[in-house]
């Protein structure tokens, strides 16, 4: 059975626009305090926010509604800076003849939301494929308003797809340049097809790219169902509620083209997620929804009330589901010992040479794989390692997937 806190906020983000006010007021105390909890935890506090005005109006100085108002004043302040280093960051590139692609939250927040600080944001993503990432990454790091992250060592060893995040000290914002979409789930197709659908929208003075709502969706639901144990999913329902509102045709065509990038299953699992969280656009989608393993979307559901961090500890050692193939000694070598030359760039950007950045490069490959040895995650995929597996197994058979 779904914890109803669970089932609460599922309902909440895929149907965001919906009347909640009276259910959320009448609702038990234990199952508010849960809700409340788990909203801020999975980045829904603000929209938690908008639908209970009257819960927390009656209750204003219970630590639930002064932990939710507190979140959702930061996120409006977040959004303002984030704004404020989209701004800066295309009109810097731009003078330097370099375009970018603003992927997943930096865009769906400006594109589909009413209000973008609906849609907290980690950090800013940028797609600028192949060696214009370097070129970028140096430009930016060439003005002293950037500088790269603190904590660059965890994160280039867990994002092979980006370049050292780099801080904009002006805004407080992290900015992680991709030179690919990452190749667990879509990788290439996805890739060109967010190129490909990208369009100008004004930056500041500069034009910056976006790519279209459904190549954006679909980027942000195999994010939700690769990377992360599922745990981004409640977000993504919210997403896809804005980006699909009332736009029956686009609804209609998703099928198609995630089959065509290979997320038919990625699309799938958040359509069973969001049918059962009561939302309406997934009956559109015919056979896709009844695609699912049984029980997926239950324990999907399940999964999105777990920590981010509980997740992280909680990984196994499953060769067959981490979609790894058999190991031979020279392919392993040429993996541990020879860095991909982009995330070499990321640790020249601290002012080494060559040798020097590939020693620290080297050390902090060293420190990591024994991390990941000794907590047991040479594969790295988290609780729920069923339906990842199944998502990440590729284009389904159309008949009798």
Not at 50 to 61: G, S
Not at 107 to 122: D, F, G, K, Q, T
Request: charge should be neutral.
């Amino acid at each position: 059975m779904i914890d109803p806190a669970v089932l609460a906020l599922a309902r909440l983000c895929a149907d965001p626009e919906g009347d909640h006010d009276t259910a959320l007021a009448e609702m038990d105390e234990r199952t508010w305090r849960r809700l409340a909890a788990m909203a801020c935890g999975v980045r829904a506090a603000p929209l938690l926010v908008r639908a209970a005005p009257f819960r927390l109006a009656r209750e204003a100085l219970s630590p639930e509604s002064v932990r939710l108002m507190a979140l959702e004043r930061e996120a409006r302040i977040e959004s303002l800076r984030h704004s404020a280093a989209l701004v800066r960051v295309s009109d810097r590139l731009s003078a330097a003849g370099i375009r970018a692609i603003a992927l997943k939250g930096a865009a769906i927040a400006r594109c589909s939301y009413p209000e973008p600080h609906l849609r907290p944001m980690v950090d800013l993503d940028l797609l600028i494929p192949g060696e214009a990432a370097a070129q970028a990454h140096r430009v930016l790091l060439a003005d002293r308003d950037y500088s790269v992250h603190p904590g660059v060592l965890d994160q280039v060893w867990d994002n092979p797809e980006h370049l050292a995040p780099i801080v904009d000290g002006g805004a407080s914002v992290t900015i992680e340049i991709h030179w690919r979409v990452g190749a667990a789930i879509g990788g290439e197709a996805l890739q060109n097809e967010i190129v490909r659908s990208a369009q100008s929208d004004m930056a500041g003075n500069a034009a910056l790219l976006f790519p279209s709502a459904s190549a954006n969706l679909l980027h942000l639901m195999a994010n939700a169902c690769a990377k992360d144990g599922l745990i981004s999913t409640m977000i993504v329902l919210a997403d896809a509620a804005y980006a699909l509102r009332g736009d029956e045709p686009a609804i209609r065509s998703l099928p198609d083209r995630a089959s065509r990038l290979g997320l038919d299953r990625a699309l799938s699992l958040v359509a069973a997620v969001a049918h059962d969280a009561g939302a309406d656009w997934p009956r559109l989608l015919g056979p896709v929804l009844e695609t699912p393993p049984p029980g997926s979307a239950e324990r999907a559901m399940a999964l999105m009330a777990v920590p981010r961090e509980v997740a992280r500890r909680q990984r196994i050692v499953d060769r067959k589901a981490g979609g790894s193939q058999p190991v031979r000694a020279g392919a392993f070598v040429r993996r541990a010992f020879a860095p991909d030359p982009l995330a070499l760039e990321s640790f020249r950007g601290q002012g080494r040479t060559r040798i020097a950045a590939y020693l620290a490069w080297l050390v902090d490959r060293t420190r990591q794989a024994g991390a990941a040895l000794v907590e047991r995650r040479l594969h790295g995929i988290s609780k729920g390692v069923d339906i990842v597996a199944w998502v990440r197994a590729g284009p389904m058979e159309r008949e009798g997937a």
